[in-house]
């Protein structure tokens, strides 16, 4: 089955660019979003289509698609980021997500 | 603005069957353009999708939850619901319903608040 693996976990100083990346086979073909997750909390989609913003979503999240990774980033992190992050794809008519990564803000 | 609240028991016995519903509002569950997904997580763990139904009942599942997962959904209720059968403690997990927009791109948006689902004798 296919899978989308993720690092464990990603440290960023404040201020800093956080890179968060997402592997899978040929990931760049198919379509990738990103959801933030805080304690306690539901998860939010903070990406979709590899690079779009949902509205509320600030300007610093970014992301893209190529090959066979895609990568969340965030420029200019705050303390406030400071959450797991899941990328998610749709494979052949099922939803596979990442198994996520905790992003320190320190 | 779009609200999706999950409700349910919160305990179930091993072998019994998980029954969830999801209540949308702000918008019709009618839409051609999304289906309505179910997602859960294991305390501690990650997101695992398991399954999604359109206004008119076409369904997709995860292969591997596929022989005891139902999704159904009441269009003149503006719900749809969860079935789980044969559930064991490895069911326990915070259960999500979720907008899942399915056509060309693929995400989920909004979520649910999510509801613990306890399997315990």
């Known amino acids: 089955s296919y899978e989308l693996t993720q690092p464990p976990s990603v440290s960023v100083s404040p201020g800093q660019t956080a890179s968060i990346p997402c592997s899978g086979d040929?990931?760049?073909?198919?379509?990738a979003c990103w959801y933030q997750q805080k304690p306690g909390q539901s998860p939010v989609l903070v990406i979709y289509?590899?690079?779009k913003r949902p509205s509320g979503i600030p300007e610093r999240f970014s992301g893209s698609n190529s090959g066979n990774t895609a990568t969340l980033t965030i420029s200019g992190t705050q303390a406030m980021d400071e959450a797991h992050y899941y990328c998610?794809?749709?494979?052949?008519?099922?939803?596979?997500f990442g198994g996520g990564t905790k992003l320190t803000v320190l | 603005q779009l609200q999706l609240q999950e409700s349910g028991p919160g305990l179930v016995k091993p072998s019994e069957t998980l029954s969830l519903t999801c209540t949308v509002s702000?918008?019709?569950?009618?839409?051609?353009?999304?289906?309505w997904g179910w997602i859960r997580q294991p305390p501690g763990k990650g997101l695992e999708w398991i399954g999604s139904?359109?206004?008119?009942?076409?369904?997709y599942y995860k292969p591997s939850l596929k022989s005891r997962v139902t999704i159904s959904v009441d269009t003149s209720k503006n719900q749809f619901s969860l079935k789980l059968t044969s559930v064991t403690a490895a069911d326990t997990a915070v259960y999500y319903c979720?907008?899942?927009?399915?056509?060309?791109?693929?995400?989920?948006?909004?979520w649910g608040q999510g509801t613990l689902v306890t399997v315990s004798s």
């Open positions: 979720a907008r899942h927009f399915i056509t060309g791109d693929n995400w989920f948006d909004p």
């Open positions: 702000g918008d019709s569950i009618s839409s051609s353009y999304y289906y």
């Open positions: 139904i359109s206004y008119s009942g076409s369904t």
């Open positions: 040929k990931l760049g073909d198919k379509f």
């Open positions: 289509q590899d690079t």
């Open positions: 998610q794809a749709w494979v052949t008519s099922t939803v596979v």
